[in-house]
């Protein structure tokens, strides 16, 4: 099993990425999930409450958002829980009926709690930090930007490549700029990654991933330090 989450402002493309990536794996004759940390708020709003983003949008957001802060009060972990309860049970039926590989997309990560679960040994998501680039975003003033479930995503924006790695634990940082067809190429070529059993994370191959020029002082660094390590002198074979 493999899950992909991606966190980011947003509006910054997390699920036109997802799509591609679900293409991208479907191609491959895997089985895709997406499964959004939302998605027991949202069944349980329309399953318990009757209300959908179809039927009747403003009270579906409104509800989504009161009764999403009010389980998050009594308990930080109460959605979370739940999301990991229900992939659990959707894996075992999973592995009953189907020999091929299978693909879980997270779409929405949002909470510090959530980074933290899809970093656990329980999962061991890879996880993608998507930054919109110079592409601009709709709404970008807009005031739900303001909302809690954004004030994370929003501060991650600003935070330096490196820190994402190496503080919150994001494996790649996307730079969802580019064209549509880069960005499917880029989907084919990161689930490639995926499944490789000895994928290689040099300059080059990590900037395709993150879809950005490769750094040359980074490269020039890897070149150095291959090149330091060829002993001077071969042993003789003979
Ligand atoms: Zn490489």
């Known amino acids: 099993m493999i899950i992909i989450g991606l966190s980011g402002k947003a509006r910054a ?13 479907e191609k ?9 940390f939302a998605g027991p708020l949202k069944q349980y709003v329309a399953n318990d409450l009757g ?11 409104e509800h989504c958002q009161a009764i999403g802060a009010e389980k998050r009060k009594e308990n930080p972990d109460h959605w979370v829980s739940l999301w990991y309860k229900d992939m659990l049970d959707e894996r075992k039926d999973e592995m009953r009926h189907s020999m091929r590989p299978a ?9 510090n709690n959530e980074i933290e679960i899809l970093k656990s040994n329980k999962v ?47 494996d790649f940082v996307v730079h969802n700029d580019k064209s549509e067809e880069q960005i499917t190429h880029w989907a084919n070529v990161f689930i490639n990654h995926l499944s490789s059993n000895d994928p ?7 900037a395709q991933y993150e879809m950005r020029a490769p750094d040359p002082d980074k490269i020039d660094a890897e070149l150095k330090k291959f090149l330091d390590d060829i002993p001077e002198e071969f042993p003789d074979d003979e």
């Open 200 to 206: 290689c994370l040099c300059e080059a191959c990590t």
């Open 51 to 61: 209300y959908t983003k179809d039927n009747n949008p403003d009270k579906y957001r």
């Open 28 to 36: 491959l004759g895997w089985d895709v999930f997406v499964k959004p």
């Open 124 to 170: 061991k998501a890879t996880l993608l930090f998507v930054k919109h680039g110079l592409r601009d975003i709709e709404d970008p003033c807009g005031e739900w930007r303001s909302h809690e479930s954004e004030r994370i995503s929003n501060k991650l924006e600003t935070e330096k490549e490196e820190v994402l790695k190496e503080i919150y634990g994001f």
């Open 103 to 111: 693909l879980y997309l997270v779409d929405d990560v949002r909470y």
């Open 13 to 25: 493309g997390k699920s036109k990425l997802c799509r591609e990536l679900y293409n991208a794996a």
